[in-house]
Structures are given as C-alpha cells and as structure tokens.
C-alpha cells in the first residue's frame, strides 16, 4: 500500500494551486487546502520521489506517543527540476508560518 493511500492524501498538481503568473489560483484558491493540512508532502512527477514539507511536529508527536491520530493530509505533486519546489514551499510558509523541507 502507498503512502497516500495510507494516509488518505489528497494528491494535488501544483497547476492547481496556482495561476498561469505564479500567483494564487482564485480558482482553487490553496489556502484553505494547505491551511487545513497538518502533513504536507510533495512527490517529483518524474522520479516520484517524496520529501516532507511540513508537518515535522506532527510526526514526531505521533511517533513519540505511539498512537495514531487523525492527520488531515495533501501530497502536492511538481517538478523538481524548475522552480515550483521554490514557489511550494514560499506558499507554505505565507500560509503556516514556516515549512520543513530541509
């Protein structure tokens, strides 16, 4: 079983969140997404592979105690090869104050 069905992600293109300017999709408008996501992940369209975002702090609560707990989810899916990890974790961090991709 993968991750995301694990966790129940959501998975999101990148060309969701945003407009054809870079800017905030008015369409889809990200923030409530993100906003309400306690573990943001992002998956590479061409490698798959798949980093942390944000959500260290929910994780290491949920390993320290042992117990699972609700943990609403979004994969984001992009290239990292241009510049959309860079607008990602900008959005993230306007949206919840910081992110944790490292």
Do not use: W
Request: charged share 25%; proline share 6%; with cysteine.
């Amino acid at each position: 079983m993968d991750m995301e069905s694990l966790l129940g992600m959501k998975i999101i293109p990148i060309h969701a969140l945003l407009d054809e300017n870079c800017g905030l999709n008015p369409a889809t408008d990200p923030r409530q997404k993100l906003g309400d996501a306690e573990l943001i992940m992002v998956r590479d369209v061409m490698s798959r592979r798949q980093c942390l975002v944000f959500g260290k702090e929910i994780i290491r609560r949920v390993a320290l105690s042992g117990r699972a707990e609700p943990m609403p989810s979004v994969m984001v899916e992009l290239d990292m090869a241009t510049d959309e990890l860079p607008l990602l974790l900008a959005m993230v961090s306007a949206i919840k104050g910081r992110h944790d991709y490292t």
